[in-house]
Structures are given as structure tokens and as C-alpha cells.
């Protein structure tokens, strides 16, 4: 189900617990397994839970808990847009709406043309420049309506 340097990777991973610990490395290879497939599918969770010898519920707990693992497929462009309070007293929801507007679609959605997936998420430590984003894996911060279109223009 996974290739072999992403099986390399995750054995890399449990190497670095005891040998009753594999389950700390849990974070990692759900990460390495979601980089190489996309998103966590049942079937990739249930794999992952066999690679480390737990039960497939507490790699779904793990998985439904954190806002970085995504349980469906995503657009080309994940867009994590912070809601908590320091993103919200900083102007989150205008950032917010003008993402609905302009691509169509609301939390939890993909673009028709699979360009773009949407996610609403708690923090991402950046309350000192608020409101925040995360695109991809690049940080963006004092975000704006303006500025938002200036940074989906160079992902198009």
C-alpha cells in the first residue's frame, strides 16, 4: 500500500522508540503515509495501525483529532485558514468570506476543478501576526482580502 522508501521512513521513525513504544511514532507515520497518498483513506489508517501493531481506533482517534491529517481527498492547494480568537479579533471572518467568494466554496470543500481545498482550523501560533493561514506548508500572516489574492495568484 505504501512504497518502499515510505515504509523506510516510518521504520526510521519507530527505530526511535523502544520496541513496546512503536505507537509513539503514530504522528510521523501518519504524516509520511498521507504525504506519499494524499489524504487518509480507512484502508491507509488500518495499514498504519498494523505497522504498529495498535488498533485501527486509536490511529482514527489520533487522525480525527489533528487538523493536519486529512480524512478525504483535497485540492491541489490546502488552505488552513485560522479562526481562533486572535485571528478572529484581527479580522479572520473578512479573510474568511472573501475566500467563500472568491473560490466558491466553504470550510470542509474542494473546488470543482480540484485546485482548492478550504479548512477552518483552531491556531497556528502566529496570534502575533494575525490572521494567519497556512498554504501548503507556507506560514502566512496579517492576512487580508488584498493580500489573499496576491498570494492565490501566484498558486494559479
Known amino acids: 500500500m505504501l512504497s518502499s522508501e515510505a515504509l523506510q521512513e516510518i521504520n526510521s521513525e519507530i527505530a526511535k522508540y523502544p520496541d513496546d513504544q512503536a505507537r509513539a511514532a503514530l504522528l510521523a507515520a501518519l ?6 497518498c494524499g489524504w487518509l483513506s480507512e484502508e491507509v489508517m488500518e495499514y498504519v495501525a498494523g505497522l504498529l501493531k495498535i488498533e485501527p481506533v486509536k490511529v482514527a482517534e489520533v487522525a480525527t ?5 486529512d480524512l478525504q481527498p483535497i485540492g491541489r492547494h490546502k488552505i488552513s485558514l485560522c479562526t481562533n480568537i486572535s485571528c478572529a479579533l484581527r479580522g479572520s471572518a473578512a479573510v474568511a468570506e472573501h ?8 470550510f ?3 473546488t470543482e476543478d480540484g485546485r482548492y ?13 494575525a490572521p494567519a ?7 502566512y500572516e496579517n492576512l487580508t482580502a488584498e493580500r489573499v489574492d496576491e498570494i492565490l495568484e501566484t498558486l494559479e
Open 65 to 69: 483529532f489533528y487538523t493536519m491529517y
Open 117 to 129: 481545498t478550504l479548512k477552518e482550523v483552531e491556531c497556528l501560533a502566529a496570534c502575533g501576526g
Open 133 to 139: 493561514a497556512l498554504i501548503g506548508t507556507d506560514y
Open 31 to 36: 504524516r509520511i503515509a498521507q504525504d506519499e
Open 108 to 110: 470542509g470543500e474542494t
Open 99 to 106: 475566500l467563500f467568494q472568491r473560490l466558491q466554496i466553504g
